[in-house]
């Protein structure tokens, strides 16, 4: 009787048929031996793919792309069609060749169809939203009715079910804030200075008051004296958004610091107390 080595041997020096298991192991089948299951697949010269091996089916013939296809399906329809071609040659039937002629010329057709289809998308894409589109044309119409409907002598209750809306003659004034903006130092370095603003008694860190755009902020040199007024008299920049920083780079060592809310139209409510702030 063999031993186990033996056997082991013989099953590496013979001839094996390879074939595809249903795991993912590879399934060796020796001449005469029982089925040896390999841990790990085989290697095929330097590829370190680990993918099973399986027996060559796929056409490598056929191109990449489907136009590429279409011409090759095309090229060997011209062939097998041809007078004087016996499809026999090559195991086909004459059903065979009828059906790839017929499968050939819908593919054809379908492919054709896709094409114009892009070809006219495209076309009616620029038709549609061009300089001079119907889109742009219907917009502008649309305001030049719009504008004549507002500035007629039609009943509010018309222009409504236009969705049109007419400015009110004497417009209500928006208000400037009463109260000063909450105004605070966040931190001071070399050359800058942090600041934040926000509506007072707000919740919120960047609420803004009603109506407002932003604050303007003044600049007092904090060696003199503080007087009533002297934000008035004082350099100031607007600013937007909070929190900011100033350049603090020209401001002198020590700084007084106001600020206050502005509107759109420039109007402006009372400062805020000052931040004195030791320039760095």
Not at 57 to 74: C, H, M, S
Not at 238 to 248: A, G, H, K, V
Request: proline letters at 7%.
């Amino acid at each position: 009787m063999n031993t186990l080595e033996e056997r082991t041997r013989q099953r590496k020096h013979r001839l094996c048929t390879i074939l595809a298991g249903g795991d993912d192991r590879m399934v060796v089948r020796s001449q005469g031996l029982a089925p040896l299951r390999l841990s790990r697949p085989f290697k095929i010269g330097r590829s370190r793919s680990t993918k099973r091996l399986t027996m060559q089916n796929e056409i490598k013939f056929l191109p990449t792309r489907k136009g590429d296809q279409l011409a090759y399906a095309q090229q060997m329809h011209d062939v097998v069609s041809a007078t004087g071609f016996v499809p026999s040659t090559i195991g086909l039937t004459a059903q065979d060749v009828t059906e790839l002629g017929t499968l050939l010329a819908a593919d054809k057709a379908n492919t054709n169809a896709i094409n114009n289809a892009a070809a006219m998308r495209k076309a009616k894409t620029q038709d549609m939203n061009g300089p001079d589109g119907t889109h742009p044309q219907l917009l502008n119409k649309v305001r030049i009715v719009a504008n004549a409907a507002r500035v007629s002598n039609a009943s509010d209750g018309v222009l409504a079910s236009l969705g049109i809306t007419r400015r009110d003659p004497t417009p209500t004034p928006k208000t400037v804030p009463q109260n000063p903006p909450e105004f605070s130092l966040v931190s001071v370095k070399p050359g800058v200075i942090n600041i934040r603003f926000r509506e007072e008694g707000s919740a919120r860190p960047r609420a803004r008051a009603a109506n407002a755009t932003g604050v303007q902020i003044a600049t007092v040199d904090g060696k003199s004296t503080a007087v009533d007024g002297e934000a008035d008299a004082s350099p100031n920049l607007f600013i937007s958004r909070s929190p900011t920083s100033l350049d603090s780079t020209l401001m002198p060592g020590q700084v007084r610091l106001y600020a206050r809310w502005v509107t759109q139209r420039g109007q402006t409510g009372p400062w805020s107390l000052p931040l004195d702030v030791a320039v760095i």
